[in-house]
């Protein structure tokens, strides 16, 4: 387990990495911009509307690179962003599979001991009463061997409906 999490942090670290060098490029090529945009839209307008000297060619070449640039930086950030965002979103559904059941969406009993000590402290803390309700569908396998998976999984949301529909709203 602690491999997985080394290798997490190794790739945060890289990540960080990564989006500061971005973000360091994109910084310089802003600067660069103002400074060789303005000498260059000065000199091209100066060019065009009184016949002045054109900008200099490595100029605008300069400026036209220096908006790719933060063109590609700005890209970047989104791209990161947005995979950031579907990382987050992954994780959180990953959790959720794993601390609940599926079909009611009550805590499973793997999560059932952490979580519910949680709420116990959290309860505790806000000094508010708490009770936990552990059901046993006493031979539901005779159910699902006789009617089959699908009925039984209907009678474990409809058990599960009642058991939500008579609790508090913010159990």
Known sequence: ???????????????????????????????????????????????????????????????????????????RHQGLSNEVRIRTAAEERAQMLASRDPLTGF???????????AMFVRAHKRRKAMAMLIVDLDHFKTINDMHGHAVGDALLRAAAGEIASAMPPIA
């Open 1 to 75: 387990m602690s491999l997985g999490v080394e290798d997490d942090e190794r790739d945060a670290s890289a990540a960080r990495g990564s989006d500061l060098i971005t973000g360091a490029i994109s910084v310089a090529a802003i600067l660069m911009f103002v400074g060789t945009g303005s000498s260059v839209l000065s000199k091209t307008l100066r060019h065009y509307l009184e016949g002045a000297a054109p900008a200099d060619r490595t100029l605008v070449i300069a400026l036209l690179l220096n908006v790719a640039l933060i063109l590609f930086g700005w890209r």
């Open 107 to 117: 805590l499973n009993r793997r999560s059932l001991a952490e979580e519910g000590a």
